[in-house]
C-alpha cells in the first residue's frame, strides 16, 4: 500500500544549527514526491517537489530510492523556518501525506 | 497571486446537520480536490472532480458526502447529515491540467465543528 512515515512530530532545533527532516515513502512504482510547508495560520503551500531538483528557501530533498526516503534538509535554521512540515506523495492525482514534523527554531 | 480561497473558515454544526463548505478555485484550473485533517491526525484525500465528475474518491467519502460545482467559480463539498467524527479541517485543492507531479493549491481551510 503506498504510505508516507514522518517520525518525528516534533523537531527542536537551535538557530544556525542544520536541520534534517525524515520522511519515508512505499510505492510501488515510480515515486513523485513533494514537501509541503504551513506556517502558523496560513494554508499549505509547496515547498519543493523531488522532480524540480531546486532548493527553496536553502531547503533541498534528494530522493534515494534504495532506502525509500526523502528527507528534507537545511544546513542552518533560521527563526522563520518554524512550521508544520509536510511530505506528500503523488498517487495518480491525489496526495498521500505523512503526518507532519512540527520544526521549532528556537533563538 | 492567484489563490484557492474557501468559506465559512469556521462552521459549527448540530450532529445530523446538512453543512455545505465552499470553495473557489484559481479561475483556470480544471481540477479539483478536497481533503480533511481530522485534530491530530494526517491530512487525508476525499474526492478529485474533473469536468462535472467525480475522479476518484477515497473509503471516507461515502454516501453522506457529495460535490458540487454549481456554477463557474464554486466548488463545493456537502455532508448531508454529520456525525461526531466529521468535525476536521477541510481543505480544497486544485490543478490547472490534472497531471500526474502537477503542484496542488491549497485553500486555507474551513474548521468543522460538530456537536
Known amino acids: 500500500a503506498q504510505r508516507v512515515t514522518q517520525p518525528e512530530k516534533l523537531l527542536s532545533v537551535f538557530k544556525g544549527a542544520p536541520v534534517e527532516l525524515k520522511c519515508n515513502y512505499s510505492y510501488s512504482g515510480s515515486p513523485e514526491l513533494f514537501w509541503y510547508v504551513q506556517y502558523s495560520r496560513q494554508r499549505l503551500q509547496l515547498l519543493l517537489r523531488h522532480i524540480s531538483r531546486e532548493s527553496i528557501k536553502g531547503f533541498t530533498a534528494d530522493l534515494n530510492k534504495g532506502e525509500t526516503s526523502f528527507h528534507l534538509k537545511k544546513p542552518f535554521a533560521q527563526e522563520e523556518d518554524s512550521a508544520m512540515y509536510y511530505c506528500?506523495?503523488?498517487?495518480?492525482?491525489?496526495?498521500?501525506f505523512g503526518q507532519g514534523t512540527t520544526l521549532q527554531v528556537k533563538p | 497571486e492567484p489563490e484557492v480561497t474557501q468559506t465559512p473558515s469556521h462552521q459549527v454544526t448540530q450532529m445530523g446537520q446538512e453543512v455545505i463548505l465552499r470553495c473557489v478555485p484559481i479561475s483556470n484550473h480544471l481540477y479539483f480536490y478536497w481533503y480533511r485533517q481530522i485534530l491530530g491526525q494526517k491530512v487525508e484525500f476525499l474526492v478529485s472532480?474533473?469536468?462535472?465528475?467525480?475522479?476518484?474518491k477515497s473509503e471516507i467519502f461515502d454516501d453522506q458526502f457529495s460535490v458540487e460545482r454549481p456554477d463557474g467559480s464554486n466548488f463545493t463539498l456537502k455532508i448531508r447529515s454529520t456525525k461526531l467524527e466529521d468535525s476536521a479541517m477541510y481543505f480544497c485543492?486544485?490543478?490547472?491540467?490534472?497531471?500526474?507531479?502537477?503542484?496542488?493549491?491549497f485553500g486555507p481551510g474551513t474548521r468543522l465543528l460538530v456537536l
Open positions: 506528500a506523495l503523488d498517487n495518480t492525482g491525489k496526495l498521500i
Open positions: 472532480f474533473y469536468n462535472n465528475e467525480i475522479s476518484e
Open positions: 485543492a486544485s490543478t490547472q491540467r490534472g497531471i500526474l507531479r502537477e503542484t496542488q493549491y
